[in-house]
């Protein structure tokens, strides 16, 4: 399957304390970028979720929120850290007899303290075990929605990659006759400005024009480029950068190929490729 790197997902459990809600939620991005937002008291936690997060991931920008809601029961209760509060008040002391005319600790500034006031808890390893465990869930479902997300962006991309095999197909099949008009345009416009004609030089301006109207390489390529990107969409996994690479090389074909153009038919289509191929790569842009 392939991957978008926008998705959403979110999941809630209950228990006697409380309730856990996960939200996961990502946009593209170049690199794998992940930020979590947890209660202080469970912090700790973060390196180990980042770990199970990038064992599934490989780019997006992911934000990750977990909200907690305690009974009303938990939620009244205060519990401070003694030890931190106790090195706080030790500290202040301490720099209280150093400097003169010290202001007096005030206690909401000790409330205030990142971990004095520590959430109401229980049973933390059991708490923190249904946190690991809902977050595995949410995960899993944030993936089900970036593989739903991705199978969409696969079919666009498989529908835009068959009209412009379909629109460099006619450009190849009307490119001999277009040389054949230019060429008898070319022999009229130099007999009207003169009768008499070398020969030698025309048929060495013909072949020149013939030259640079010659597109059948970047039709190949062209070609070759959207065989590859059908073969990368089909195969699946993480294909962001490549099928990126691919839609500018094949933008750099279109290129080429309308600065060749000498015909309103050409340079007609070469327009339309290079739409296609624009939109591809807006889709790819969002591709993991």
């Known amino acids: 399957m392939i991957y978008s790197m926008t998705a959403f997902a979110t999941e809630q459990s209950k228990a006697s304390w409380g309730t856990l809600l996960w939200e996961i939620k990502s946009v593209n991005h170049r ?8 209660p202080e008291a469970f912090r700790d936690l973060e390196y180990s979720l980042r770990e199970l997060a990038r064992a599934s991931l490989r780019r997006g920008k992911i934000e990750c929120m977990l909200k907690l809601q305690w009974t009303e029961q938990e939620a009244s209760q205060i519990v401070f850290n003694e030890d931190l509060l106790n090195q706080l008040i030790l500290a202040n002391q301490t720099l209280s007899e150093r400097l003169t005319n010290s202001a007096p600790l005030h206690t909401m500034e000790l409330l205030r303290w990142p971990g004095v006031v520590m959430e109401p808890v229980q049973d933390v390893e059991a708490i923190k075990q249904s946190i690991v465990s809902l977050f595995e869930s949410t995960l899993k479902s944030f993936i089900a929605s970036r593989e ?3 199978r969409i962006l696969k079919e666009t991309i498989l529908e835009r990659l068959q009209q412009i ?3 460099t197909q006619q450009l190849g099949t009307a490119i001999p006759e277009l040389l054949e008009l230019q060429r008898q345009k070319i022999i009229e416009r130099i007999q009207e400005i003169t009768k008499e004609v070398d020969q030698n030089r025309l048929e060495q301006e013909l072949v020149y024009f013939a030259q640079r109207m010659d597109v059948a390489e970047e039709l190949d390529r062209l070609s070759a480029h959207i065989q590859e990107m059908q073969r990368v969409c089909e195969k699946g996994g993480f294909v ?3 099928l990126d690479f691919l839609s500018q090389e094949m933008n750099r074909e279109a290129n080429t190929l309308g600065s060749k153009s000498q015909h309103t038919l050409t340079s007609y289509t ?3 490729i290079k739409v296609l191929i624009e939109q591809i790569r807006e889709q790819v842009q ?3």
């Open 270 to 272: 070469c327009v339309n």
């Open 165 to 167: 095999k379909e629109q």
């Open 286 to 288: 969002n591709i993991e």
């Open 148 to 150: 739903r997300e991705g």
């Open 240 to 242: 962001g950068r490549h």
């Open 31 to 38: 690199y794998f970028d992940i930020s979590f937002r947890l």
